[in-house]
């Protein structure tokens, strides 16, 4: 059971199940404890305070041990809550489950009666209940237990909802079962893990609930006392002895705080996303561990260059080495393209550029990214901040993800200049719907005002661009801009992008898996496979001489209007598992020429300045 | 907009339905003969046959209800025969004391729990986070009756600082600062629970917002951490968290029960633990009616106020 290593490796949930199961014990025990009678008086001893002799904790008002009343008290609580927990799982989930297997009008009436049960405020149905019955420990448990049976109904019902409709279930039906020995075998067992978690979660409540009404006088009644009415008793004398409220309190606080933690624990351990760390908080900018010192600046002619760069996400024992070592360069004005499949680490390559690697679990662990010859890896917050969204910005794929939700265009324009410069908020506004204008957005002021949700995709996208531009970026890196969007739309993206580039003389980082893409916009283009670069050159050798045979692969994907005589090729396989690379060429396995020199020791990246090739056997170009 | 809104209290009008047949439905289940628990159980069969006519419980249940509910809407919830004056007169008296209170333990428990869970996402794992972390799991574990008892011992009984029970100074002038000084430790207490869950929300729905693109795209564009976290990350994250605010009105107004009686404060709450030992059914029947009416009004409110903010629902 890993789930159940789990809780015991979170602490704090071990800590709460063995103080939950010490205090269990304790008042399963009771009756064979050497303690006094819990309900013998003794007027000449009363109210004595605690860790005095024959009374560790005291005695009440009328003498009473109050020691044997807090555990008899405690067993009386227990059994109560648990009680009340078990009656409200009973009656919610067989009303949550019919419910939802039986569906339509059957479900749709339960759950409006179930809906007016929790339109009242939890505690007050409670007291309307015990209002009726009258004022009792049954009648509490009993008004505990229905208040709690809506959580249960509609917990129960969303997961038989699920569940009525799986292939098991048709095929119980088939095999001539009646719905109820359906629900019996298929269904019941299916939703008691469900059922044994909610209850875990929620006994804690009921025995604080009990335990207030009896407190308020409406639960157990005198002599019998749980620890609620204990503490009701003891509230009445709590100036004089205080140690009389405060002995039944510590032990409703100590059984409800435990059940919480554990109740947490199992939470947390039943969490596939608390597992692979998908709840941890990015921090501002990606982690830098890195094995190597390269200089803080260095003269370089370059706009963008990129050296040797490493970034690998680490989760649990795992690490992905997504991206293992590039180098590239991008010159004022000029356009490189990064090819690949999905997985190849090109997204990762373009986000590691500033720092954009959600961190845990991204971690750049070697080389340097230097914009005008600074390596933004060694930047402070601030430094990195100004860079961002300033000399350099980004554009990525799906602007209805991308974008803020819950503001309009112009505004999240607004914002990422007055960033970056002191302006007014109209002439930012103004400068925002210019932008807009320049992206070809029709009614740009109307348009600026519109939250993302109500604009198209192609549109969204065009505001994506103009929130790259705002602040006159030279370099704008863009990851897989045209993915998402229809063809038609795509065609027109790239003819702006092209436009602007020419307008501005913007250098750019192109993002893409689709050498169509790469043909129409790119100067030169670096084809990465298991991230690492295989190939580079100006767009146009590439394209007509590929020499690697990755690239020839991929190349021969792309479907060309007309071109009906080629044969349209996938490439057979996958790419490797970034966390288990094979030695030698990561594309060894797929290739058809590879022998046994491919698949042993690394492999450089070796040309003639403008062409590289990492392959032994290239085509076409001789080395 | 506008459109959104009628909708919205259209759709409310058959929960308030619903919710009244509910409290007829739990009033008319009592057994015995509510004359006979009216007049004891001394009275002559004609003063019960007469009390009988006189609340109409001579008709049918439906009639009965129809009746109830006509004459509720014309303001008469009937006379407590315990207090012998209008229902409505002492509900409308407690709940105002009790909306004071719940309403300060709302404010309390919105603002701490919204800020709690700020700060530990936006230090998730760090000592800050563990500290507060733990803190709010001892703050919904903790009964808060008792927590009223162990404040009233602290502040009252040891320090002497804070009143430890009432509204008002039985002899003090009934002023603004005297009401502040006594409503100090009751909504305090009253908002522990409600500032743990909606901390514990807080920070849950943060660390999911803050995993998405749209605060990438914040960041790319070279907002500061700050305005990442309170611009970008929290208003996303309000929009899940606002229901929950709404949800916590029920358990504040609730939990008053406990805390009115500990603090002895004169709301509705205590009025209705007084009621049900009285067997004052009336009176239970109409407290009942005017708070759970507040909770749905309320969690209009949180509606409205999640559309305001999030432009994707209303449409």
């Known amino acids: ?623 | 907009m506008h459109l959104y809104v009628l909708k919205r209290l259209l759709a409310i009008v058959p929960i308030l339905i619903g919710l009244t047949v509910i409290v007829f439905a739990i009033m008319a289940l009592i057994p015995g003969d509510p004359a006979t628990a009216i007049l004891g159980s001394y009275a002559t069969p004609e003063n019960v046959e007469k009390l009988n006519r006189s609340l109409g419980l001579d008709k049918s249940l439906i009639e009965q209800y129809f009746i109830w509910l006509g004459n509720m809407l014309q303001g008469d919830l009937g006379r407590s025969y315990s207090l012998n004056r209008p229902v409505l007169d002492e509900v409308l008296e407690r709940f105002s004391a009790t909306l004071i209170l719940a309403g300060a333990a709302l404010l309390l428990c919105t603002v701490w729990g919204l800020l709690i869970g700020i700060w530990t996402a936006a230090r998730q794992y760090g000592w800050t986070d563990k500290i507060l972390t733990f803190i709010v799991l001892i703050g919904i574990s903790i009964p808060s009756f008792w927590l009223g008892l162990l404040l009233i011992l602290f502040f009252s009984v040891q320090l002497r600082v804070l009143p430890a029970s009432g509204m008002f100074a039985i002899y003090g002038g009934g002023d603004l600062p005297d009401l502040l000084r006594h409503l100090i430790l009751p909504a305090f207490t009253l908002s522990v629970v409600a500032t743990g869950v909606i901390a514990r929300l807080t920070r849950s729905a943060m660390l999911e917002v803050l995993r998405q693109d749209f605060v990438r795209t914040a960041r790319a564009k070279g907002v500061p951490e700050s305005g990442v976290l309170y611009r970008h990350a929290f208003k996303a994250a309000l929009v899940s968290v606002i229901p929950v605010i709404g949800i916590q009105a029920g358990f504040v107004l609730g939990g008053a029960v406990y805390i009115e009686t500990v603090f002895q404060w004169p709301g509705v709450g205590r009025m209705l633990v007084q009621a049900i030992a009285t067997r004052d059914i009336l009176l239970v029947q109409g407290g009942v009616v005017v708070v759970a009416g507040s909770y749905v009004l309320f969690n209009l409110l949180a509606d409205l106020a999640q559309s305001w903010l999030d432009p994707r629902v209303k449409t």
């Not at chain 1, 939700?405 to 607004?414: A, I, S």
């Not at chain 1, 005589?565 to 598992?577: E, H, K, M, Q, Y």
Request: aromatic fraction near 4%.
């Open chain 1, 1 to 623: 059971m890993t789930a159940l290593k789990l809780i015991a490796r979170n602490h704090l949930a071990a800590f709460g199940g063995i103080v939950l199961l010490l205090v269990v014990a304790m008042a399963l025990l009771v009756p064979f404890l050497p303690i006094a009678d819990p309900d013998l008086t003794d007027p000449a001893n009363r109210l004595k305070r605690p860790f005095t002799d024959g009374a560790v904790l005291g005695t009440d008002h009328l003498g009473r041990d109050l020691l044997a009343r807090l555990l008899w008290g405690t067993q009386l609580s227990l059994v109560v809550g648990a009680a009340a927990a078990v009656i409200a799982a009973v009656i919610g989930s067989a009303i949550g489950i019919v419910a939802g297997y039986f569906g339509g009008r059957t479900d749709s009436l339960i759950m409006r009666g179930i809906d007016m049960l929790m339109a009242f405020p939890y505690i007050l149905l409670a007291l309307a209940i015990v209002a009726v019955l009258g004022p009792g420990l049954i009648n509490a448990l009993y008004a505990v237990a229905v208040v709690n049976i809506p959580f249960f109904a509609r917990n129960i019902r969303g997961v038989t909802v699920a569940l009525a409709h799986r292939e098991f279930v048709d095929a119980a039906r088939l095999s001539g079962m009646n719905d109820r020995q359906i629900i019996v075998s298929e269904i019941l067992p299916n939703v008691m893990p469900v059922i044994v978690i909610a209850m875990s979660t929620t006994v804690g409540w009921m025995i604080l609930e009990t335990a207030g009404l009896s407190f308020l006088g409406l639960g157990s009644q005198p002599p019998q006392a749980d620890l609620g009415s204990m503490l009701g008793e003891g509230r009445k004398l709590l100036i004089t002895a205080p140690h009389a409220s405060i002995v039944p309190g510590v032990m409703i606080f100590v059984i409800v705080m435990s059940v919480n933690l554990l109740g947490d624990g199992i939470r947390d351990a039943l969490d596939p996303r608390l597992r692979s760390g998908a709840l941890s908080r990015p921090a501002a900018a990606t982690r830098v561990d890195r094995t190597n010192n390269p200089p803080e600046t260095r003269k370089v002619d370059a706009l963008l260059k990129v050296e040797d760069l490493h970034t690998e996400f680490r989760l649990g024992s795992r690490t992905y080495r997504a991206v293992g070592g590039v180098d590239f360069e991008v010159r004022a004005g000029e356009c490189l393209g990064i090819v690949g499949e999905s997985g190849s680490g090109k997204s990762v390559t373009a986000l590691s550029l500033l720092g954009l690697v959600a961190s845990p679990p991204g971690v750049v662990t070697g080389g340097a990214v230097r914009v005008d010859g600074t390596d933004t890896l060694s930047m402070n917050g601030e430094a990195l901040r100004r860079l961002r969204g300033g000399r350099v910005a980004y554009v990525f794929q799906d602007p209805l993800a991308t974008l803020h939700p819950l503001y309009r265009v112009g505004d999240q324009m607004v914002e990422a200049i007055r960033c970056h410069r002191s302006m007014s908020k109209q002439a930012a506004w103004d400068h925002a719907v210019a932008l807009l204008e320049q992206v070809r957005i029709p009614n740009a002021a109307f348009r600026a005002k519109a939250y993302p949700h109500e604009l198209s995709g192609g549109m969204r996208q065009r505001v994506g661009i103009a929130l790259a531009l705002v602040n006159d970026p030279a370099l704008v890196i863009l990851d897989e801009p045209t993915t998402a969007l229809d063809v038609t739309v795509q065609a027109q993206v790239l003819a702006l992008l092209s436009d602007l580039r020419r307008e501005r003389n913007l250098a750019m980082v192109f993002i893409t898996h689709d050498f169509g893409v790469v043909s129409q916009l790119c100067d030169r283009v670096a084809v990465m496979y298991a991230g690492r670069i295989v190939e580079t050159g100006p767009t146009d050798d590439v394209l007509k001489t590929p020499s690697h045979p990755y690239t020839k692969r991929l190349i021969a994907c792309v479907l060309e209007l007309g071109g009906g005589r080629r044969v349209l090729s996938a490439i057979p396989g996958l790419p490797p598992p970034v966390d288990d690379l094979p030695a030698g060429c990561a594309f060894a396995p797929r290739c058809d020429k590879a022998n046994d020199q491919c698949r042993r020791g690394d492999i450089v990246l070796g040309g003639n300045g403008m062409r590289a090739v990492r392959c032994l056997q290239p085509e076409g170009l001789p080395i």
